[in-house]
């Protein structure tokens, strides 16, 4: 009696085959996600094997079936389970396996949702608080702390590998929606809308708050200040090597909050202008269905309806009379960095396409003057300096802020200490505490003559 034996191969050849047709689980990947896991229905996955190896010849297609047999791939430990569950037999992939294949194609990276970033945190968390309260070895060398230590390297560093991933996907996504920007199907219109709504509300903005360095959730702090917490923990232990590494991790970190704010604000152009344009065809459409609503009744045989009754287009006017409408109460634009963030990042994307030149000093000029893009630049990078900035406290202000600009700002003139002088006045965290001293700075075009101020803090409630 003959015996057919089913050839098998070991992990090593099993994955290099997986790779050499890795569309095969490019597609398993797409499918799981579809799920939210990494089990799929067997007969998906036999569906998917079936149509790849359609298009090889007989020989491809015998390698296929072979490296695909689920036999195969449960002793190949690609596959960790086969279960038969809710009538359906599925299949449970090892997700080690399947992280590199997702590493092969930019658009399967796992999207970094509000839940998974917390949910990344959470060992972190868990390990600060062995700390605090003494249950875990904080003594440098020994096997107990290099077992922890090592545990939160790991974390971090597998975290930011996700975090860089996600974000060049975000970046390929918003290019994405900004060429779809100018379709001239109103269901396409809507659908990219749908899209960048979802992909923004789960995977951007939480991103974007994960990454600011002052967050905090109610579990626990953010990442920086995670990191910081790191930091003062390893100089409190004497273990300058792992606080240099935390300060590293720190600084990168900290370098990926730009471009996700840069998705972040060209999504929310995008989205701010298409639903403009979304409403303004609904109104349009509206409009038109009101009169040809009106116009078909002039198509009667009644005589008496030769003319549009104007009575039935009054839903295509005002819902108040003009007479009705009070006088416009004058409003104030301030100069303030969220108002001139919100124009510059529009100005930015009507601009981007037309210039050859990205030299950011002249970003502007086709929509203001040169003299006047330069001003409005100086006026955000000052405002910017000076809410970034921790004031020293009783002590001259003024005269700490001329000796720092003018050691690092060529820019910088006398008269920007007015505009400091005012922003300090009205900020809620300090109190200004007047001297009877006075001072004076001068240099070959400006003199300054001012009575000393003293910074005090405002306790924070």
């Known amino acids: 009696m003959a015996v057919s034996i089913q050839k098998q191969f070991s992990t ?13 689980l490019f597609s398993v990947i797409s499918a799981s996600d579809d799920v939210h896991g990494n089990a799929i229905p067997e007969m998906t996955f036999f569906r998917i094997v079936a149509e790849y190896q359609h298009s090889f010849s007989k020989d491809v297609r015998n390698e296929i079936a072979l490296v695909f047999d689920v036999n195969n791939l449960l002793q190949a430990k690609i596959i960790n389970d086969r ?10 992939f090892n997700s080690s396996v399947m992280e590199i294949f997702r590493l092969c194609k930019i658009s399967l990276f796992r999207p970094m949702t509000q839940t998974t970033l917390k949910a990344s945190m959470t060992p972190l968390w868990s390990v600060l608080k062995e700390i605090e309260s003494q249950q875990i070895s904080v003594t440098p060398g020994t096997e107990g702390y290099q077992d922890w230590l090592g545990e939160i390297n790991h974390r971090i560093t597998e975290l930011l590998g996700n975090i860089k991933a996600n974000i060049s996907k975000l970046q390929q996504a918003g290019d ?6 100018k379709s001239t199907s109103i269901t396409v219109t809507q659908q990219m809308y749908q899209e960048a709504a979802k992909l923004y509300r789960r995977e951007v903005e939480p991103l974007r708050i994960f990454l600011n360095k002052s967050t905090r959730y109610e579990q626990g702090d953010g990442i920086y200040l995670t990191l910081e ?6 100089s409190r232990f004497g273990d300058t090597e792992s606080q240099s590494i935390i300060n590293s991790f720190q600084i990168q970190y900290l370098e990926l909050f730009e471009p996700i704010k840069k998705v972040s604000d060209n999504i929310s152009v995008y989205l701010r202008k298409t639903k403009n344009a979304i409403v303004e065809h609904n109104a349009i459409q509206s409009a038109f269905e009101i009169i040809r609503n009106a116009y078909k009744t002039t198509l009667s045989h009644n005589k008496r309806n030769k003319y549009i009754n104007y009575r039935e287009l009054r839903e295509l006017g005002a819902s108040k009379s003009l007479t009705s409408i009070s006088r416009i109460s004058p409003c104030k634009l301030d100069k303030s960095p969220s108002y001139l963030n919100t124009v510059f990042n529009e100005l930015a994307h009507r601009n981007s396409s037309q210039l050859n030149d990205s030299d950011e000093r002249y970003l502007f000029e086709e929509s203001v003057d040169s003299t006047t893009s330069k001003k409005i630049r100086h006026t955000l990078k000052l405002n910017a300096w000076i809410s970034n900035l921790t004031w020293p406290l009783e002590k001259d202000y003024i005269r700490f802020a001329y000796n720092r600009l003018s050691a690092e700002w060529e820019e910088f003139s006398i008269p920007d200490l007015l505009e400091i002088n005012s922003k300090l006045h009205t900020s809620p965290d300090y109190s200004v505490k007047l001297t009877s001293e006075y001072n004076v700075i001068e240099n070959d075009k400006h003199r300054y003559e001012y009575r000393v101020r003293l910074l005090t803090s405002n306790e924070k409630r």
């Open 12 to 24: 090593v050849e099993t994955i290099q085959l997986l790779l050499k047709h890795r569309e095969v």
């Open 83 to 92: 279960k038969h569950t809710d009538n359906t037999t599925k299949l449970w």
């Open 176 to 181: 994405i929606f900004q060429k779809e920007e």
């Open 229 to 234: 917490s790191f930091a003062k923990l390893f």
